[in-house]
């Protein structure tokens, strides 16, 4: 009965992603709501983002959602800081609780929040009124945020499924759109103010299998699936992406005793909505459970695909940093600092 269980479930994500990949191939570089793709937890990052099979805490939930499955302590919480490029501030935060055990699963919940800053909005207008053509309006303040609530249960000892629903929201202020989209003279334009304001609901499901083999594991997950959504007349998806996983601590493989040291590597495969596939390898070497060395590279970026970081963990609390750097470009580089705690 199982074994049907984990086909038919497998059958259906096959399904799925055969589906929505002729979309994405139609809809390409078409997606919104781009602060969904933005990661904010400092140790994936500093994987690169290889982290479909990575057995974390909360923070799963943002990655795949059956790794909370695997959590062992009751309570646990995550908070995530990024200064992204062009000073834009991203935070997001995570909290799980492990019911009974395990017994009758986990539930999570997560938050990620926007802070654009504030430019200058401007009207167009006739030439009589302003020689310039447009006038200032006031300043906007875009913003935008995301709430989930998330489950995970662990259907054997090796599989695991969850799933988080998500409301997601942006707001890019108010602007003034042309009646007719034909004109283009200044002085004949009628315009009428629009609320550029959206909300949606938006799922993630994934699934991870412990292969009994030293530490392998696969893992797969689908993050962003919604319905289409339209500001004014264009129509956009959110950011859909399929990902696979393996990884595994190979100093497993290794014949003698390494209880004090672990090297976790990583693969991920990802074909994202907006752009083209690319592929994830992190590496994580950790000394005592306590101190942690990060690398990490993405294969097909133009701006950025090497990616550094550390952590440090004891008694049931840790931190963790990450650092991108840009490479020929205007942007700064980008950090991210992370801190967890378990009960």
Same mark, same amino acid.
């Given at each position: 009965?199982?074994?049907?269980?984990?086909?038919?479930?497998?059958?259906?994500?096959?399904?799925?992603?055969?589906?929505?990949?002729v979309?994405?191939?139609?809809?390409?570089?078409?997606?919104?709501?781009?602060?969904?793709?933005?990661?904010?937890?400092?140790?994936?990052?500093?994987?690169?983002?290889?982290?479909?099979?990575?057995?974390?805490?909360?923070?799963?939930?943002?990655?795949?959602?059956?790794?909370?499955?695997?959590?062992?302590?009751?309570?646990?919480?995550?908070?995530?800081?990024?200064?992204?490029?062009?000073?834009?501030?991203?935070?997001?935060?995570?909290?799980?609780?492990?019911?009974?055990?395990?017994?009758?699963?986990?539930?999570?919940?997560?938050?990620?929040?926007?802070?654009?800053?504030e430019?200058?909005?401007?009207?167009?207008?006739?030439?009589?009124?302003?020689?310039?053509?447009?006038?200032?309006?006031?300043?906007?303040?875009?913003?935008?945020?995301m709430?989930? $609530? !998330?489950?995970? &249960?662990?259907?054997?000892?090796?599989? %695991?499924?969850? +799933?988080?629903? #998500?409301?997601?929201?942006?707001?890019?202020?108010?602007?003034?759109?042309?009646?007719?989209?034909?004109?283009?003279?200044p002085?004949?334009?009628?315009?009428?103010?629009?609320?550029?304001?959206?909300?949606?609901?938006?799922?993630?499901?994934?699934?991870?299998?412990?292969?009994?083999?030293?530490?392998?594991?696969?893992?797969?997950?689908?993050?962003?699936?919604?319905?289409?959504?339209?500001?004014?007349r264009?129509?956009?998806?959110?950011?859909?992406?399929?990902?696979?996983?393996?990884?595994?601590?190979?100093?497993?493989?290794?014949?003698?005793?390494?209880?004090?040291h672990?090297?976790?590597?990583?693969?991920?495969?990802?074909?994202?909505?907006?752009?083209?596939?690319?592929?994830? $390898? !992190?590496v994580? &070497?950790?000394?005592?459970?306590?101190? %942690?060395?990060? +690398?990490?590279? #993405?294969?097909?970026?133009d701006?950025?695909?090497?990616?550094?970081?550390?952590?440090?963990?004891?008694?049931?609390?840790?931190?963790?940093?990450?650092?991108?750097?840009?490479?020929?470009?205007?942007?700064?580089?980008?950090?991210?600092?992370?801190?967890?705690?378990?009960?």
């Open positions: 009965m199982r074994k049907r269980l984990l086909n038919n479930l497998l059958l259906l994500l096959m399904a799925l992603f055969a589906g929505q990949t979309f994405a191939q139609q809809k390409l570089a078409q997606s919104g709501f781009q602060f969904l793709s933005v990661s904010g937890d400092a140790r994936a990052v500093a994987m690169a983002e290889a982290f479909t099979t990575i057995e974390g805490q909360s923070g799963s939930l943002f990655y795949n959602p059956a790794l909370m499955a695997r959590s062992e302590k009751m309570l646990d919480a995550q908070f995530n800081l990024t200064n992204w490029i062009a000073d834009i501030k991203h935070n997001s935060g995570s909290f799980s609780y492990n019911i009974q055990n395990g017994t009758w699963g986990i539930v999570g919940f997560s938050f990620q929040t926007v802070d654009y800053g430019i200058i909005g401007t009207r167009r207008v006739k030439t009589s009124v302003d020689d310039r053509g447009y006038v200032e309006t006031g300043n906007i303040a875009p913003s935008a945020y709430f989930g $609530l !998330g489950y995970a &249960y662990s259907l054997t000892d090796r599989f %695991a499924v969850g +799933a988080q629903i #998500k409301t997601v929201n942006q707001d890019l202020g108010d602007s003034w759109i042309p009646t007719d989209p034909q004109e283009t003279e002085d004949s334009v009628v315009l009428e103010q629009t609320d550029n304001t959206l909300s949606e609901f938006a799922f993630d499901f994934g699934t991870i299998y412990q292969t009994g083999f030293k530490s392998l594991a696969f893992g797969m997950s689908v993050r962003n699936y919604s319905r289409e959504l339209k500001y004014v264009e129509g956009f998806q959110l950011p859909l992406t399929f990902q696979v996983g393996v990884s595994m601590n190979v100093l497993d493989l290794m014949n003698r005793e390494l209880s004090a672990a090297m976790l590597v990583s693969v991920d495969a990802a074909h994202p909505r907006s752009y083209p596939e690319y592929i994830n $390898l !992190g994580e &070497y950790t000394f005592m459970k306590t101190l %942690a060395l990060r +690398a990490g590279y #993405k294969s097909n970026q701006e950025y695909g090497i990616s550094y970081g550390v952590g440090f963990a004891m008694m049931g609390a840790g931190i963790d940093f990450a650092y991108t750097p840009f490479q020929d470009s205007i942007f700064e580089d980008v950090t991210r600092l992370s801190m967890h705690f378990e009960f």
